[in-house]
């Protein structure tokens, strides 16, 4: 596949682009935006690729470029109508010691290798359990309902990204902070996403849409 090709296919489904590339600003439709810089129209922030263009997210929902999915931000869940209020106990600070997790339902410490404090979540077995935010961490040997820090954050390098768990800026089309260097085998992705050997063009392993997976 040509870097060219290769551009292409990642861009459908990281950039949530309408095409991949257009001739003019006026071939753009609702929800888009002309990129002069690309030559290619983008879905708006608060947008997400459909068939045959964008559609905007409610209002209290957030975009997650790498599934491409309208959901709620960390800390929430969505309730009747699609849209997001806060959920108490979910992604509250601890420590596994004198910071506990109190909530009946989200009882588990989730403390990153290397962290002095973590977040309050709960056990689950897939990702259906789990607030859109979140994926069901089955790779683990206890799984439970883990968030991924700066995934879908803007960004222009890697150090957007820098101290997060997305860490790789996808500085060709989403701009967009990716999650990177992911196993093969436990395929350690965010929901929507799985791990992408891209060696052969340099990437290493990436989280991305498998559609997008060359």
């Not at 609702?30 to 947008?47: F, G, H, K, T, W």
């Not at 588990?108 to 709960?122: E, F, R």
Request: net charge negative; hydrophobic share 30%.
């Amino acid at each position: 596949m040509s870097g060219g090709t290769l551009f292409c296919v990642l861009g459908a489904a990281l950039a949530a682009l309408g095409g991949c590339a257009v001739d003019a600003a006026d071939q753009c439709g609702p929800d888009m935006v002309y990129s002069e810089d690309q030559r290619v129209c983008l879905c708006v922030d608060n947008a997400i690729e459909v068939a045959g263009g964008c559609q905007e997210c409610a209002d209290s929902q957030v975009v997650d470029r790498a599934s491409n999915q309208c959901v709620c931000p960390e800390g929430q869940v969505r309730v009747d109508g699609g849209m997001c209020q806060e959920v108490a106990g979910l992604g509250d600070d601890c420590n596994g010691t004198d910071l506990t997790c109190e909530d009946t339902v989200y009882t588990v410490c989730a403390v990153p290798g290397g962290a002095a404090t973590g977040y309050c979540t709960k056990q689950c077995a897939e990702d259906a359990e789990c607030e859109d935010a979140y994926t069901c961490a089955d790779w683990e040997e206890e799984p439970y309902c883990r968030s991924y820090t700066g995934l879908g954050r803007a960004c222009e390098s890697d150090a957007d990204c820098a101290g997060t768990d997305a860490a790789a800026c996808d500085t060709f089309q989403s701009h967009t902070c990716l999650v990177a260097d992911c196993s093969l085998e436990l395929d350690d992705c965010p929901r929507g996403t799985g791990c992408c050997d891209l060696s052969s063009y340099g990437a290493g392993t990436l989280c991305i849409p498998p559609e997008a997976c060359p």
